[in-house]
């Protein structure tokens, strides 16, 4: 992509000049600093830039899909050309290995890691902080930060259970999203209830990716915590036990017992993936597929792999979601480039670009409300095909120390 590509942003072409003026103005401005609200670190930021002038900043994040890398390539242009900042994108495909990269290297007292920042959320994000291998506290002292939504988005603030305090910065949001053609699906099902009844008024065509999978897992999960009084969902937010698992685990697995045999292939057989049961969906075998992205099924429709028919929607009550997240390793040689290509990521129209159907789809960790006009123009798109009307509440993701039980004992249960 060449570094004059003008910005792909979801509005008409006169806001679109817009948002290139806005980019035109001082960098400070360009990296949404100028209007946020009173802020420590931005007396201390002009200093920071300085020292960041210059650095190269080896990004190590998933490398899977050529719009994530064509969009993490616009956005190493642009703060090479604002800043002076040089980002690398290390592509890979587990950040389990960067967690075991960093470890080996601080135990191997490597003051210059190879790493300067990473896409982390999670399990990931537990080990590297209780075992000291982040860099900060850095996140809320991020100029930009101060139009992250935490109350409405209060994942970001918490990871899995885990509480973030400052040392990674909130970068997009998933949540656990149905897909369906409304043309066969007039009526889809809005909580767990009626999705149940759903499938077993329609043997055969409904069903979930196979656990391990994450995005079986997290179906099952919502399952969980669905199936639950809402106030008895303090367990699952604790580190689990034996006892307690057996317990709040048992309404799980018999209603999934019930549930089976009206599944796709009797419940005997099941997607290996999303990819999978959502091709079964665009083929006409399955009515209902599932996503972390509430943006997935715009996508495909603009791909013209699902019909212009296809609606995406959420259980009225809320569904899992959870925030994706950027760490500095402790070691880091460019902390400060690190904290600058951060702070650009939250920039309005860094994440305006990124939410973007055509560009990548991930929803925003920021609070629309409080940007000022300016900066809501760049989210002003019209809503696309298959997007959701209306997003239902995020519900944290349970404990982290929950998935391997969950996982073993619908193996031993359902596996085959």
């Excluded at 999705?195 to 969980?224: E, S, V």
């Excluded at 796709?264 to 996503?291: C, H, S, V, Y």
Aim: glycine fraction near 6%.
């Amino acid at each position: 992509m060449s570094r004059n590509t003008p910005l792909a942003l979801p509005f008409p072409t006169a806001t679109r000049r817009q948002a290139l003026a806005y980019i035109a103005t001082s960098s400070a401005t360009a990296a949404g600093l100028a209007p946020v609200q009173a802020h420590a670190s931005t007396q201390a930021w002009p200093r920071l830039l300085a020292q960041a002038q210059g650095q190269t900043v080896y990004f190590n994040a998933w490398g899977g899909a050529p719009t994530i890398n064509a969009y993490i390539q616009w956005a190493g242009e642009q703060v090479l050309q604002r800043f002076g900042v040089r980002v690398v994108h290390v592509k890979v495909s587990d950040a389990a290995d960067v967690v075991k990269r960093v470890r080996n290297e601080k135990a191997a007292n490597n003051a210059k890691g190879s790493i300067d920042l990473v896409w982390i959320n999670g399990e990931n994000f537990l080990t590297m902080k209780r075992e000291g291998l982040l860099f900060g506290p850095f996140a809320e002292q991020l100029p930009s930060f101060s139009y992250v939504d935490t109350k409405g988005k209060p994942t970001t603030k918490i990871d899995f259970s885990e509480p973030v305090e400052g040392m990674e910065a909130p970068w997009g949001m998933a949540q656990l999203t149905f897909m369906a053609d409304a043309k066969r699906v007039p009526q889809p099902p809005r909580d767990l209830a009626s999705w149940l009844a759903f499938a077993a008024q329609h043997p055969g065509r409904c069903t979930y990716p196979r656990p391990p999978d994450f995005h079986g897992t997290t179906f099952i999960k919502q399952m969980l915590l669905d199936l639950a009084p809402k106030t008895d969902h303090g367990p699952y937010y604790q580190p689990v036990r034996a006892e307690v698992f057996a317990r709040m685990s048992a309404p799980l697995w018999k209603t999934l017992d019930t549930l089976h045999p009206s599944l796709w292939r009797q419940g005997k057989q099941f997607p290996n993936n999303a990819a999978a049961q959502r091709q079964m969906m665009a083929d006409g075998e399955l009515l209902i597929a599932l996503t972390f992205n509430p943006n997935e099924a715009a996508n495909e429709i603009l791909a013209k792999r699902l019909p212009t028919s296809s609606v995406s929607f959420q259980f009225s009550g809320g569904t899992i979601g959870n925030t994706h997240f950027l760490a500095i390793p402790i070691n880091s040689r460019a902390s400060a480039g690190a904290q600058v290509f951060a702070n650009f990521l939250l920039s309005p129209q860094a994440q305006a670009r990124k939410a973007d159907v055509s560009v990548w789809g991930d929803p925003t960790v920021l609070d629309l409300r409080r940007l000022p006009p300016s900066d809501q123009s760049y989210f002003a798109a019209q809503k696309l095909p298959g997007q959701l009307a209306e997003s239902a509440p995020a519900l944290p993701e349970p404990h982290g120390s929950w998935v391997h039980p969950i996982e073993q004992e619908w193996t031993r249960r359902y596996g085959v």
